[in-house]
């Protein structure tokens, strides 16, 4: 139950994610052909108006279809210009070949300027369709699928017609929607009361192998002394480790009302956290609840969300240092933590946490993602208005594939060895 609760909680975030992108886009005049959360094949689909819905079976993110996010161009005819000449091949002698003029009075008006193909494309559409007969089903309904595409993509409401302004907030609602939502989400939290707990100092667990478990610490302990200093809570044994820097040190805990010295312990050091660890968890007990206002709470929401940003910039500086690479969490590390989140009474704030990172992850300025999009579109107006080439814009958004799917296989590789560890 509680892994289906991280993947409901995430298709949360990726519904409210893809309603800003569809809301603002709506708004700003341009059309939205589909709406959908997870990917294809669809599990359930249905139309209103010019939209498709849907709920795809990969629950691994959603998107929302803006027709010409690119510029069209002849070259997207190359499915259309197949079935032309395949037509061609099975036409009668006494039939005219209106099908390869249209096509190519689309191909001219494409190169001229996409805006001119507006008057053409629908003669072409028709050729195909009277030429149907003549194409194999397969060859026909690309295109088809292409050539309706593209007059989507020439439309007056494409996105490469719009105002660089409308393009940006397109491009910037999705983001934009996960910060608010995630600023609501903890905003109801500290309304509703978020505990106050005691460090109690007692050892809660054992990690199996680890030089607390060599030195005979168990469950239950109180520690109260490090070596010759005395402790009374978390902050001060993890202080006297950390001075420790792994060299051998006494501990001394209570047991059952007995004060014992165990054999000395040398903590570990553990690379990804930067720090001394012996392998105990501590206990800490809830003696309370604070409460706060609305307008307080929205303030400790804004709050959180900035240091939130802030330590996740330091992070992403880092991703590709074996440190940074020990904090990378694809979806199946993002649903196995938000799990044990639910198991462990701290879900609502992780999944605050998780929208705030959504939106920072899209934000980065790297094709095909929204940041990316922005970043090109400011391209274009520091150009005097004169948009990137779509080849340029191609051969980045290559490079920014082939660096996700590297960062894809680390973060499939972090995941399976967090779930494999023992």
């Known amino acids: 139950m509680s892994y289906l609760i991280g993947v409901a909680g995430l298709l949360l975030l990726v519904f409210i994610h893809e309603l800003g992108h569809f809301v603002v886009a709506k708004a700003v005049g341009a059309r939205a052909t589909k709406f959908y959360v997870g990917f294809p094949p669809a599990v359930v689909k249905f139309r209103r108006g010019d939209t498709e819905y849907g709920l795809g079976a990969i629950p691994l993110g959603g998107y929302v279809r803006i027709p010409g996010m690119s510029r069209p161009q002849p070259s997207d005819l190359y499915r259309v210009v197949d079935a032309a000449d395949e037509a061609r091949l099975r036409r009668p002698d006494d039939d005219d070949d209106n099908l390869t003029a249209a096509v190519q009075a ?78 609501v989400i903890l905003a109801a939290l500290f309304v509703a009361g978020t505990p106050v707990a005691r460090d109690t100092g007692l050892v809660a667990g054992v990690t199996v192998g680890s030089p607390a478990a060599a030195a005979g610490i168990r469950a239950g302990d109180h520690v109260v002394a490090i070596g010759t200093h005395a402790v009374a809570d978390s902050v001060g044994i993890g202080r006297w480790i950390q001075a420790s820097h792994g060299t051998p040190v006494v501990v001394t805990v209570k047991r059952a009302g007995a004060r014992l010295t165990l054999p000395a312990v040398a903590a570990g050091y553990q690379p990804a956290g930067r720090r001394y660890v012996v392998g105990i968890s501590l206990r800490m007990e809830q003696v309370g609840t604070v409460q706060e206002s609305p307008f307080a709470a929205t303030g400790h929401a ?72 922005v970043f090109w579109t400011l391209v274009g107006v520091v150009r005097g208005g004169r948009p990137v080439p779509r080849s340029i814009l191609e051969r980045v958004a290559l490079v920014g594939i082939a660096v996700f799917a590297l960062l894809a296989i680390i973060m499939a590789n972090q995941d399976i060895g967090r779930l494999m560890a023992p």
């Open 302 to 373: 804004l709050q959180e969300s900035w240091r939130y940003v802030r330590e996740s910039g330091v992070a992403i500086t880092q991703v590709f240092t074996p440190h940074g690479r020990e904090n990378l969490q694809g979806p199946i590390g993002i649903v196995a933590s938000s799990a044990g989140a639910v198991d462990q009474g701290y879900y609502v704030a992780e999944l605050a946490a998780i929208s705030l990172a959504l939106a920072l992850a899209n934000m980065l300025p790297v094709l095909p993602l929204d940041g990316g999009h």
């Open 106 to 183: 689309v191909s001219v008006a494409l190169g001229r300027g996409p805006a001119e193909a507006r008057g053409v494309i629908g003669a072409a559409r028709a050729a195909l369709e009277r030429d149907r007969d003549l194409l194999v089903d397969r060859t026909f309904r690309q295109a088809a699928k292409d050539l309706d595409r593209i007059t989507d993509d020439v439309d007056v409401t494409a996105y490469w017609t719009l105002a660089p302004w409308k393009q940006i907030a397109i491009s910037v609602a999705g983001p934009a929607a996960n910060v608010v939502a995630a600023i």
